[in-house]
């Protein structure tokens, strides 16, 4: 079993920065990319951003140049750094993990963590 555990986020005004972190526990043989996710209102789960452990990254379009993830050297852990919000921004932000463990590689899912942005 792997747990997610997010934290940060909140409320923020337009143009404003907030963090993201989340840190994987559990019997974990390897993580191979983490990442962050978000849903907005009446609207889907889409990727925000991804690291693989190789370092390589993967960000949605719509946030390139704002916002940047990455890993520190406690194990399992990765942040999220968002700049220059906006109000679409505003979404529950899902932190993801694709682990194996003695069960297999599967992707695990944190609880998730609001943002606001207020125009």
């Known amino acids: 079993q792997v747990q997610l555990v997010e934290s940060g986020g909140g409320l923020v005004q337009a143009g404003g920065s907030l963090g993201l972190s989340c840190a994987a526990s559990g019997s974990i043989f390897s993580i191979n990319a983490m990442g962050w996710y978000r849903q907005a209102p009446g609207k889907q789960r889409e990727l925000v951003a991804t690291?693989?452990?190789?370092?390589?990254?993967n960000y949605a379009d719509s946030v390139k140049g704002r916002f940047s993830i990455a890993t520190d050297s406690a194990p399992y852990t990765v942040h999220l750094r968002m700049d220059s919000l906006k109000p679409e921004d505003t979404a529950v932000y899902y932190c993801?993990?694709?682990?194996?463990?003695?069960?297999?590689?599967?992707?695990?899912w944190g609880q998730g963590t609001q943002v606001t942005v207020s125009s």
């Open positions: 690291i693989a452990t190789s370092g390589s990254t």
């Open positions: 993801a993990a694709d682990a194996t463990t003695g069960r297999g590689s599967y992707t695990y």
